[in-house]
């Protein structure tokens, strides 16, 4: 048994947290995880439930590209990701009996695709580890006491204090709050002089107007093999055609690009393949029943054709409806409530911390995970980003 001098907390049950508390535990200190929720690792199950993408198989330099933040620092965060790249999570897993696969889009999956007996073996880890596990304990707050410092915790309605020499906040962003990441923290945080970078819906759906014509043939319905922009940014996909606007992983990617637009819209070229030229020639000699000879001819697709129609009207030539169908520009209204988001932006702004992930104004204290201002993509990258903060975060509270 290892002799353990330092005391650490670490505060919020998921990916990162976890990930904190169990390099801490290795390095030799004496850790509790503390989550105001009955156990640990629910937004990791919520995850799972269509797969756990547990990291992406992307090579180093397309890996950190897939990054982005307020001031993110390219340079540190290349050397976060490089404490615990995604060579490291795969070992790190089949160290825990849990081999994994590359799908595609380089996404890695465990061979069972479901997360719970890779949470199940992790908790195990942790506990022979000597972890301590202090569920439905609400953190409030926190103050320095000498060398030490002393966190309030609310359980089941009442206050109790907790001491320890070092502290990992791991506690979220504010989606998916049923599963404990409601945000709650920022508060707390900025009460003790830290100043927060509101917390903004990441990788969700949009919002635009659409008739209830469009919406009666189009709800529900992919669109498959598009081109898709908003500002300077391409990038090709599919979308689904929801009640509101529209879902997938395309748009979620373009999100930091439509919150800053003044009036978010994205273009969407419905057939890349083809140039308008090509398109026109397809027609041939057809004269009037454009929408009906483009499902013929072009494979447009009704959903498709319902969009052009609500946006442009009727055509009057197979030009005029070749061009509209290659620049397709929807308006969009906003993103969806934060709830509903995969993920969320903002947090602790970079400015805030030191090279070790600990908040400059409260010495002991470090973030890990989504509280801190980073956000990526889905298809791996977010949790390999809670993996690699918690390593950090995790060795520099064990000091």
Not at 246 to 255: D, N, R
Request: proline share 4%.
């Amino acid at each position: 048994m290892m002799t353990r001098t330092r005391s650490v907390a670490v505060i919020g049950g998921g990916p990162a947290g976890m990930r904190a508390a169990e390099v801490a535990a290795i390095s030799g200190a004496q850790v509790t995880l503390y989550d105001h929720k009955p156990s640990v690792g629910r937004k990791f199950l919520v995850a799972g439930k269509s797969g756990l993408n547990l990291t992406n198989d992307a090579a180093k330099d397309v890996f950190l590209s897939k990054y982005s933040g307020a001031d993110l620092p390219v340079e540190r965060w290349a050397q976060i990701l490089e404490q615990f790249d995604n060579v490291a999570l795969r070992k790190w897993a089949a160290d825990l009996g849990v081999e994994t696969f590359v799908a595609s889009g380089g996404k890695v999956f465990p061979e069972s695709k479901k997360a719970a007996p890779l949470l199940r073996r992790w908790v195990m880890k942790l506990k022979s580890l000597d972890v301590t596990f202090a569920m439905n304990h609400r953190w409030c707050g926190l103050r320095r006491q000498s060398d030490q410092i002393e966190l309030d915790f609310n359980v089941r309605e009442q206050s109790v204090t907790r001491t320890h020499d070092a502290v990992v906040l791991a506690l979220g962003g504010g989606s998916w709050p049923q599963t404990g990441s409601d945000g709650g923290w920022s508060d707390v945080v900025e009460g003790m002089g830290v100043s927060i970078h509101p917390l903004q819906a990441a990788n969700c759906g949009w919002e635009c107007d659409w008739t209830d014509a469009t919406r009666e043939i189009a709800e529900g319905q992919p669109l498959h093999h598009l081109k898709i922009s908003a500002g300077d940014v391409a990038l090709n996909g599919e979308l689904m055609v929801t009640r509101y606007g529209f879902e997938g992983a395309p748009i979620y990617q373009l999100g930091r690009v439509l919150r800053a637009m003044e009036t978010p819209e994205i273009v969407i070229d419905f057939k890349p393949m083809f140039t308008v030229e090509h398109m026109v020639n397809k027609m041939q000699s057809a004269r009037r029943d454009f929408y009906k000879e483009a499902r013929l001819r072009w494979k447009l697709t009704e959903p498709m054709c319902a969009i052009l129609r609500q946006y442009y009207g009727e055509f009057d030539s197979a030009e005029a409806l070749a061009r509209a169908a290659k620049a397709c520009r929807i308006p969009l209204k906003s993103a969806r409530p934060i709830e509903e988001a995969i993920s969320s932006s903002g947090g602790v702004p970079w400015s805030a911390l030191d090279t070790q992930l600990m908040i400059r104004e409260l010495p002991g204290v470090y973030c890990a995970g989504e509280m801190i201002d980073w956000e990526a993509p889905t298809g791996g990258f977010l949790i390999q980003g809670c993996f690699a903060t918690g390593t950090v975060a995790g060795e520099a509270a064990a000091g």
